[in-house]
């Protein structure tokens, strides 16, 4: 799968969600989820994933010095819900330099891999545990991070 990146003109937000990749989500489940359905409600799911996708931040304070960075281990919470329903909300990351939420650029396929596989190993599928690259990035810095704020980021449980 050729990487795509989706950049949401909601400039800086704490949060983000990407209903318009539901038809990818569905395409990479549809042999063993053939009726999975993205839920926008907040409330009433029946289980809760935290995990990372990728993407990058542009800082748009005119007066920092800090214009963009990238990251692995961006939050993301995945909610069940009744008969194959899911969501996922994607948190924001602040500029390290003057604290400003910045605006994210989602890297499409870290986010399409980690939804789909989520979704099959709660409807029981047997699914390969995903090798991801061995790179190391910078150290995750929890005070920037949205979900970690919210209690919903794996690095935040640490």
Request: aromatic share 10%; charged share 30%.
């Amino acid at each position: 799968m050729a990487k795509k990146r989706s950049k949401r003109k909601n400039d800086e937000k704490a949060t983000y969600t990407f209903p318009s990749l539901h038809e990818d989500i569905l395409e990479a489940v549809s042999d063993n989820i053939p009726n999975a359905w993205f839920s926008d409600q907040d409330g009433g799911a029946h289980k809760r994933y935290s995990t990372h996708v990728m993407g990058s931040f542009k800082c748009d304070n005119g007066g920092c010095s800090n214009s963009s960075w990238g990251s692995k281990k961006v939050a993301i919470l995945i909610r069940r819900f009744s008969d194959n329903g899911y969501n996922a909300v994607v948190f924001g990351q602040r500029c390290r330099k003057c604290n400003q939420l910045g605006t994210f650029t989602l890297d499409d396929t870290s986010y399409i891999e980690r939804v789909a596989y989520r979704l099959k190993k709660w409807a029981g599928v047997r699914v390969e545990t995903p090798h991801f690259s061995g790179r190391a990035g910078p150290p995750h810095e929890t005070e920037f991070c949205e979900g970690c704020k919210r209690g919903c980021c794996r690095e935040g449980e640490i």
